[in-house]
C-alpha cells in the first residue's frame, strides 16, 4: 500500500468519524443508570472504534508520507516516529472532543414536556370527549401508567395504540397510531 493509499484511506476514516461522531459506549442495555427516558447510559470512554481508528490511521499516514518524503531517517525510526505521533495525536483529539462534547451537553435546556413525544403506549381506559382515560407505555423495560388525554379532543378506545405528544402535570397528551401513520 502506497503513502497515498494510506493517506486517503486516513481521510475516509476521517470523514466517517465525522458523519458518525463521538459516542457513548455503554453495555448496550444493561447500564443501571437510565436517562430521563429510560435508555440506558455508559461512560464515556477511550475505545478501538471507527473514529479513533480513522484518527490514528489519518495521522499515521500524514506523518508518514511526511517523514518518508521529506526526511533522511531510516525506515524503521520514521515507522516509530508515525507511530508515536498518530498514538499521540489520537489520544489528544479523543479526549479533546469528548470534552468539548460533554461541556456542550451539559448547557442543553431540556423541556419535560417532550422527553417521551413520539413514543408508543395504549389506551388501558377509554378517553372519552375532553375526560380524562388510561394508557401505559414500556421504558427501560418497566411498564407505567399515566393518565390521559385525546390531543384533538375526539374519544379514544380501550385497546388503541396511541403515540404520546407530550406530558404535563402527569397527564398524557395523545394522538391514535392510525392518524399519526397517515401523516407519514
Known amino acids: 500500500m502506497t503513502s497515498a493509499h494510506r493517506v486517503l484511506t486516513g481521510l475516509l476514516l476521517a470523514v466517517y468519524v465525522m458523519i458518525r461522531g463521538v459516542e457513548r459506549v455503554g453495555t448496550r442495555g444493561r447500564s443501571v443508570e437510565l436517562d430521563a427516558m429510560g435508555r440506558p ?29 521529506y526526511s533522511t531517517l531510516t525506515v524503521q525510526i520514521q515507522l516509530a516516529v508515525g507511530i508515536g505521533a498518530a498514538v499521540l495525536g489520537t489520544f489528544v483529539a479523543t479526549w479533546a472532543v469528548a470534552h468539548w462534547a460533554k461541556q456542550a451537553a451539559t448547557q442543553d435546556v431540556v423541556d419535560e414536556r417532550y422527553l417521551l413525544q413520539g413514543h408508543p403506549a395504549q389506551v388501558v381506559a377509554s378517553i372519552a370527549s375532553g375526560e380524562r382515560g388510561e394508557i401505559t407505555y414500556v421504558v427501560g423495560g418497566k411498564r407505567y401508567a399515566t393518565e390521559a388525554l385525546s390531543l384533538d379532543g375526539d374519544p379514544v378506545g380501550a385497546g388503541t395504540e396511541v ?15 392510525v392518524l399519526v401513520e397517515q401523516r407519514l
Open 41 to 69: 447510559l455508559g461512560t464515556s470512554r477511550m475505545a478501538l472504534t471507527a473514529p479513533t481508528v480513522g484518527a490514528f490511521a489519518t495521522i499515521l499516514g500524514i506523518t508518514g508520507y511526511l517523514l518518508w518524503r
Open 163 to 177: 403515540v404520546i405528544d407530550r406530558v404535563e402535570d402527569g397527564i398524557a397528551y395523545v394522538e391514535p397510531w
